[in-house]
């Protein structure tokens, strides 16, 4: 429970300790993993009354697979087009309760232009105070889970040996402001 307990507080992301990861399947013999570590945003979070919001935008030419080559290919216009399409955002605000827990986010990704409703699921979160040294601070964090088809947003090249379904795994911690 947040220090304060009813009022919205806004949060910043931290850089640090925020990042996207991926994973589609590569000719249904083995997954191809990466992650996105640059993200940017806000959140605002109330647990009292349940409510809350999402703004975040990730650079998608900061994805890394630890394959050079590969990433330069996922970045180009066969598939993320960042070129074009350099950042996707994730705006939500209709948060989902399960009791006095977090359950899920819901709202809209825009990924290549195009924009789709997701449901960010939540496997775990929590906000409770963090010290560092002899000071405090109010730390919101956990991880959100969602299954997008990259078809929905218009990226169909290599369709089905490059998977339409992509994994996500988004680690987050923000800290109130």
Known sequence: MLAGGSAAADFALDAGHTVVHFAVSHYDLSLVRGRIPKVAGSV???????????????????????????????????FLDTARYGD???????????GDRLKAIDGTLILHGVARPVRLAAQRFGCREV?????????????????????????????????????????VEATRK
């Not at 009292?48 to 994805?63: E, F, M």
């Not at 002899?134 to 290599?158: K, N, P, W, Y």
């Open 131 to 171: 010290k560092l040294g002899l000071a405090g601070r109010q730390v919101c964090g956990g991880e959100f889970t969602a299954t997008i088809r990259r078809s929905d947003f218009g990226m169909t090249h290599m369709l089905p040996d490059v998977g339409d379904a992509v994994e996500l795994s988004i680690d």
């Open 88 to 98: 996707v955002r994730y705006a939500g605000n209709d948060v989902v309760f399960d």
């Open 44 to 78: 605002q979070f109330d647990p009292a009354s349940r409510t809350g919001a999402i703004d975040v935008r990730v650079d998608l030419d900061s994805l890394d697979t630890g394959n050079r080559t590969l990433d330069q290919i996922l970045r180009s216009d066969q």
